[in-house]
């Protein structure tokens, strides 16, 4: 994969952005540091957790973890990084240099908050 910026513009979108936009907001539930809840690929009751404060995800069940992107691979069962890449920032983005330094300020007082 050619170096195009967008790996580095996926990982500086927050990880409560993708919750949003992948529709998990409504679905899990706050509990201290975590949001909890059942797996969008296996399912359960509360064997999924994100951490927003360290910006990672484990499903207690099915062994999926990582980070936003690979969130995005799990929920979406998208096979590759270029195809995660394309749902998070677009095909090919060129993200201007002030909204990645916005969005990783945005990431950094997210994780200061958790």
Not at 9 to 34: F, I, N, T, Y
Not at 37 to 56: A, E, H, I, T, Y
Not at 74 to 91: F, K, M, R
Request: glycine share 12%; hydrophobic share 40%.
């Amino acid at each position: 994969m050619r170096d195009d910026g967008r790996l580095d513009a996926a990982k500086a979108v927050p990880m409560d952005e993708l919750l949003v936009r992948l529709g998990l907001d409504v679905s899990l539930k706050r509990a201290g540091q975590e949001w909890t809840g059942p797996c969008p690929q296996c399912g359960g009751d509360d064997r999924f957790s994100v951490n927003l404060r360290k910006g990672v995800f484990n499903c207690r069940t099915c062994g999926a973890k990582g980070d936003g992107i690979a969130l995005v691979r799990h929920v979406l069962g998208l096979d590759g990084l270029p195809a995660a890449l394309d749902w998070i920032v677009g095909e090919a983005a060129r993200v201007d240099p002030a909204e990645m330094a916005r969005r990783r300020a945005e990431a950094a007082r997210i994780a200061r908050d958790y």
